[in-house]
T-cell receptor
Framework: KNEVEQSPQNLTAQEGEFITINCSYS?????LHWLQQHPGGGIVSLFM???GKKKHGRLIATINIQEKHSSLHITASHPRDSAVYIC????????????FGTGTLLAVQP | EPEVTQTPSHQVTQMGQEVILRCVPI?????FYWYRQILGQKVEFLVS????????KSEIFDDQFSVERPDGSNFTLKIRSTKLEDSAMYFC???????????????FGNGTRLTVT
């Protein structure tokens, strides 16, 4: 069983749509990361959160620690948002490794 | 904005050869990591490094792998005798703190694609 599950695996949206990507995890965590990976392969950190909600531009990330669930929202989506969005968790305890989900491939069509 | 840089971007090697993947972390960062991503699969943790020693490693990081910070700026991953299944994208990352209990974003390099033939 995967410790980090994302849904959907693939998502196609029209430009301007509101997008939600979900992440559920089964372990206790100290933090959750949302990352973006472009076709070239590079990974960019979008958010790190351990509670509540964070916003950066058109991106919003929320986390519910009790329900072990996080969502990434993109408002007014644009073709340049097309990428793989990855949820990763840092388990609780002394570890500082990340456990990654399999990612959500987002394609925003003009 | 400071970046994590990795070289080379693509390395092709023959099975059984040694490879060294190089990374220059962000200069004031203290924690360093290697992750890998086999094509079509999720990113996996290999090793973390702090204060000139390995702080944690995964089951993947066996005796064929080693890491080193030889000169205070570079952070290298060596694979002693490559196997076909080592073919993957290898990502270096760094952070200012360990992240446990603190806000410490992880900064990734663009990766080195290793192809073992």
């Amino acid at each position: 069983k995967n410790e980090v599950e994302q849904s959907p695996q693939n998502l196609t949206a029209q430009e301007g749509e509101f997008i939600t990507i979900n992440c559920s995890y089964s372990v206790g965590i100290s933090a959750l990361h949302w990352l973006q990976q472009h076709p070239g392969g590079g990974i960019v950190s979008l958010f790190m959160l351990s509670s509540g909600k964070k916003k950066h531009g058109r991106l919003i990330a929320t986390i519910n620690i009790q329900e072990k669930h996080s969502s990434l929202h993109i408002t007014a989506s644009h073709p340049r948002d097309s990428a793989v969005y990855i949820c990763a968790v840092r388990p609780g305890g002394a570890t500082n490794k990340l456990i990654f989900g399999t990612g959500t491939l987002l394609a925003v069509q003009p | 904005e400071p970046e994590v840089t990795q070289t080379p971007s693509h390395q092709v090697t023959q099975m059984g050869q040694e490879v060294i993947l190089r990374c220059v972390p962000i200069s004031n960062h203290l924690y360093f990591y290697w992750y890998r991503q086999i094509l079509g699969q999720k990113v996996e943790f290999l090793v973390s490094f702090y204060n000139n020693e390995i702080s944690e490693k995964s089951e993947i990081f066996d005796d064929q792998f080693s890491v080193e910070r030889p000169d205070g700026s570079n952070f290298t991953l060596k694979i002693r005798s490559t196997k076909l299944e080592d073919s993957a994208m290898y990502f270096c990352a760094s952070s200012l703190t360990s992240g446990t209990g603190g806000d410490s974003p992880l900064h990734f390099g663009n990766g080195t694609r290793l192809t073992v033939t």
